[in-house]
């Protein structure tokens, strides 16, 4: 199993930039496809970006070329990098570990606000 610890969460204003970690333990990430999502009020939790086992990045479209997710193996960590924040972005962000349906792993989340 795997246990996960995000940080990194804040308030800035549009157009900042914050750097989400994840700090996995009990397995290596790289074991896992990792993922972050978001949550915002009233709405269901959707998949910001992904980083399969097998290699490569995907992002939900709304957050291309602004988000940045990558992984650190020595620290057993995720992050994703967030440019030019848009209010839209305001969410509890969560990171997860998955081997597909047989297991799944979640943080507790990281709020993000973004408002002038």
């Known amino acids: 199993q795997v246990q996960l610890v995000e940080a990194g969460g804040g308030s800035v204003q549009p157009g900042g930039s914050l750097r989400l970690s994840c700090v996995a333990s009990?397995?290596?990430?790289?074991?896992?496809?990792m993922g972050w999502f978001r949550q915002a009020p009233g709405h269901s939790r959707e998949l910001v970006a992904t980083m399969p086992r097998g290699g490569g990045v995907h992002y939900l479209d709304l957050v291309k070329g602004r988000f940045t997710m990558s992984g650190d193996t020595a620290k057993n960590t995720v992050f994703l990098q967030m440019n030019n924040l848009k209010p839209d972005d305001t969410a509890v962000y969560y990171c997860?570990?998955?081997?597909?349906?047989?297991?799944?792993?979640w943080g507790q989340g990281t709020q993000v606000t973004v408002s002038a």
């Open positions: 997860n570990a998955n081997q597909g349906p047989q297991y799944n792993s």
């Open positions: 009990g397995n290596l990430f790289s074991d896992y496809n």
